[in-house]
């Protein structure tokens, strides 16, 4: 039997799935002092919006949506901000009001930001304060009236009305959806990083949504009770932040402290003051636990996890943060295709170095190294774009994620590398995230490293090239590119070397997700096809 024909399928068992729409998913069936629990809050202010005063107030902005933005069931609204206390509440309104909510990328340049629009074509931005120049000159470019621009934000900024004066007093009430229309009908597109391409839009249904959260909380249910505070820093355009922040913590009444932007002390700082039990994280956020002297300045026990997605993990890191903070790492994995999870690490229960199991009613197949997945969890399709949905799915319905993974003999999913990012030195492959780069990391004199592949005519291969950002106490140091290369090699296989050389740069670009943007980092070598005989 080959290995395409091996159906891998979730060890937990399968869950009754919800058909309805995202809207009364969160709240139906809802006891009268579930309205008193505070949900959401603003972690520099502290004001606070509880249950009940959410299902009202996204009513009630349902109702301006509909009846005074006249925006009908087909048409497109667009979140373009930074996180606000009620970013969560916009979108749930849109759901109330049978309204796709295309939500971008607030570090947007004009450019970008006119592709997304073109893209999705909303009828209305909301558009938080600190991007509203950006958001000006799109509009004018993609032909939006600046009557169809509102702001995020609760009150008036120059010409622009805030959308929450949209909300009367009037109450919609929610249309429910058949099971027809809860598998068909999109809620909500986050945009694919846009790593090889230029960004696309995921068309995530509103069963696709109510499925994952079922399907995670059935994984570990006690660890989604109403005892649960979590820390909104990472981006709620994000579908991270989508999932864990904007549906899955109202729906289980956890509290969620919102905040702009990371900052790692605030951070810190807010973990200790409000008693954080989960923190969710991304590798560049470990990196700044394992290495940055604040962290040692805040009491972080409250937590019972340090929660990380997004983007590789390597168990070299993981041990460091683990040893240093006495808090348990946990890894996930997932894309925004399958609305954020596709396996989670259970404490106690998953391997080292694996992502977990699969969540239940999911299963998977890896096709040449590939993963390969099914479940209600994966999207409708990219938004308009029949090509790159013939490149991902086949004709029988598998996913193809574009990662090389590998299970063991208990179900664990191992993710190895991208397969595009796979460096491929002479026949061997080479995954530079999981192996080079941790390693990297462990250096003292490296503070944030990423690997690439350089193509070398004369040996007609790869090469493996590093680029670091040194530590405080690096800076200055003579030779110390070579010197990190022999050290390299002294640790590594033969063919893992850093034959391309190491070089030097400020930062290490990456998405506001954490993912390396190895393109950015390609571009940059093209001209400078040196290589290191090590």
């Given at each position: 039997?080959t290995?395409?024909?091996?159906i ?8 009754k799935?919800p ?5 009364h998913?969160l709240?139906d069936?809802q006891t009268?002092s579930a ?5 959401f ?17 996204t ?12 925006l009908?069931?087909?048409?497109v609204?667009?979140?373009f901000?930074p996180n606000?206390?009620l ?7 849109a759901q ?15 450019d970008?930001l006119v592709?997304?629009i073109k893209?999705s ?8 304060k600190p ?9 004018i470019?993609?032909c ?8 995020m934000?609760d009150?008036?900024?120059e ?10 007093t ?6 429910r959806?058949?099971p ?6 999109t ?5 694919s990083?846009g ?6 839009g995921?068309?995530t249904t509103?069963?696709n949504?109510?499925?994952v ?7 570990e ?6 005892k649960e505070?979590?820390l909104?820093a990472?981006?709620l ?6 999932l864990c922040?904007i549906?899955l ?6 509290t ?5 932007r ?8 807010s973990?200790q ?10 590798p ?8 940055h002297?604040a ?12 929660a990380?997605?997004a983007?590789?993990?390597?168990n ?11 808090i348990?790492v946990r890894?996930?994995?997932g894309?925004t295709?399958t609305t ?6 259970t404490l106690g ?9 699969l969540?239940p009613?999911m299963?998977a197949?890896l ?12 999207m409708?399709?990219?938004?308009r ?8 799915f086949?004709?029988?319905g598998?996913?193809?994620t574009g990662?090389?993974g ?5 179900g ?5 590398d991208?397969?595009k990012?796979l460096?491929?030195?002479k026949?061997?492959q080479?995954?530079?995230a999981v192996?080079?780069e941790?390693?990297?990391l462990?250096?003292a004199?490296?503070?944030?490293a990423a690997?690439?592949g ?7 291969t790869e090469?493996p090239?590093?680029y670091i950002?040194l530590?405080?106490?690096?800076k200055g140091k ?6 990190i290369a ?10 893992k070397?850093?034959r391309?050389?190491?070089g030097?740069?400020d930062?290490i670009p990456?998405s506001p997700?954490g993912?390396?943007l ?8 093209g001209s ?7």
């Amino acid at each position: 039997m080959t290995t395409e024909n091996i159906i891998y399928r979730s060890p937990h068992p399968d869950v009754k799935l919800p058909e309805t729409s995202c809207w009364h998913f969160l709240f139906d069936n809802q006891t009268s002092s579930a309205d008193d629990r505070v949900v959401f809050a603003d972690g520099h202010s502290e004001k606070k919006l509880r249950f009940g005063e959410l299902r009202s107030l996204t009513k009630r902005l349902a109702y301006g949506l509909v009846n005074r933005a006249k925006l009908g069931h087909d048409d497109v609204i667009m979140a373009f901000s930074p996180n606000t206390l009620l970013y969560p509440a916009f979108v749930q309104a849109a759901q109330a009001a049978t309204v796709c909510v295309s939500l971008a990328n607030p570090s947007y340049l004009l450019d970008e930001l006119v592709h997304h629009i073109k893209d999705s074509r909303p009828k209305v931005l909301v558009v938080g304060k600190p991007v509203i120049e950006v958001a000006k000159k799109a509009a004018i470019e993609c032909c939006i009236a600046e009557s169809n621009i509102y702001m995020m934000e609760d009150d008036v900024h120059e010409q622009y009305q805030s959308i929450w004066s949209l909300a009367g007093t009037e109450e919609l009430e929610p249309r429910r959806l058949s099971p027809h229309e809860a598998k068909q009908r999109t809620a909500f597109m986050c945009y694919s990083s846009g790593t090889t391409g230029k960004a696309k839009g995921v068309e995530t249904t509103h069963y696709n949504l109510t499925s994952v959260i079922t399907q995670v909380i059935a994984r570990e249910p006690s660890l989604y009770t109403d005892k649960e505070k979590w820390l909104a820093a990472l981006p709620l355009y994000h579908i991270y932040g989508v999932l864990c922040f904007i549906f899955l913590s109202p729906y289980c009444r956890a509290t969620t402290y919102i905040f702009p932007r990371f900052e790692l002390e605030l951070w810190l700082k807010s973990i200790q003051k409000y008693r954080i039990t989960m923190a969710h994280i991304v590798p560049p956020i470990a990196v700044l636990l394992a290495k940055h002297p604040a962290v040692d300045k805040y009491d972080v026990s409250s937590l019972n996890r340090w929660a990380c997605g997004a983007a590789p993990l390597g168990n070299d890191l993981i041990d460091v943060v683990e040893k240093r903070t006495k808090i348990p790492v946990r890894g996930g994995y997932g894309m925004t295709e399958t609305t954020c999870v596709i396996s989670v690490a259970t404490l106690g229960a998953d391997k080292p170095g694996s992502v977990g199991k699969l969540i239940p009613n999911m299963s998977a197949k890896l096709v040449d190294g590939e993963l390969f997945i099914k479940g209600p969890n994966i999207m409708k399709g990219y938004l308009r774009n029949p090509r790159a949905d013939k490149e991902t799915f086949t004709d029988d319905g598998w996913m193809r994620t574009g990662d090389v993974g590998r299970f063991d003999e208990d179900g664990n999913l191992f993710i190895v590398d991208r397969v595009k990012e796979l460096i491929k030195f002479k026949g061997f492959q080479v995954p530079p995230a999981v192996e080079l780069e941790d390693l990297l990391l462990q250096h003292a004199d490296v503070e944030d490293a990423a690997v690439i592949g350089v193509y070398d005519d004369e040996q007609a291969t790869e090469l493996p090239r590093a680029y670091i950002v040194l530590s405080a106490g690096a800076k200055g140091k003579k030779n110390v590119e070579t010197a990190i290369a022999a050290w390299v090699s002294e640790r590594v296989a033969n063919h893992k070397r850093l034959r391309g050389g190491v070089g030097v740069i400020d930062a290490i670009p990456k998405s506001p997700s954490g993912k390396i943007l190895r393109r950015l980092l390609r571009d940059e070598a093209g001209s400078k096809k040196t290589s290191v005989k090590l």
